[in-house]
């Protein structure tokens, strides 16, 4: 299946990049507020359309995993504890987002990626505080939620 999508794979996955991946790092070193507002509402309306796309699918492309699905995931498994927080991403949590927190969830669990995570590093500041304690204002709890049930009311 993966080599009669390739195309459409590989459009996806520049997608992701160009509209997700980049753009929380384009918010981050934003220069004015127009800049900033301009990434960060790009980055929520990525997010929006792929909670779309994951409403009546499994995975990005049906029901198997392909490359769209990990590139998306390396940004998901940052984005509650980094991009939200140190970026100020801050629209609404990857949580927040059934389809695309199970999407997350599902991949974290294949055999070998949760060896590949370190989510504890991701939960620390550049300076050494703990975002996950609530060192940021107004974050506090931004990374919470099972990273292994597969309840569709997982918030906990």
Known sequence: ???????????????????????????????????????VDLVFSILD????VLNDQAVLFGDDLTLA?????????RFDTVYATHFRCTQKRLIDDPDLWRLNRHIFQVRGIRQTVDRQGHAHS????????????????FHGGSWTRTGQSDTG
């Open 69 to 77: 699905d990990i590139w998306l995931f390396a940004t998901f498994v």
């Open 1 to 39: 299946m993966q080599q009669d999508l390739a195309e459409e794979i590989d459009s996806r996955t520049q997608h992701i990049f160009d509209g997700l991946s980049n753009a929380v790092y384009r918010a981050a070193k934003s220069q004015g507020q127009d800049e900033y507002n301009e990434a």
């Open 126 to 141: 550049r300076d050494g505080r703990d975002v996950a304690d609530g060192a940021y204002p107004g974050v506090e709890g």
């Open 49 to 52: 359309g792929l909670e779309q």
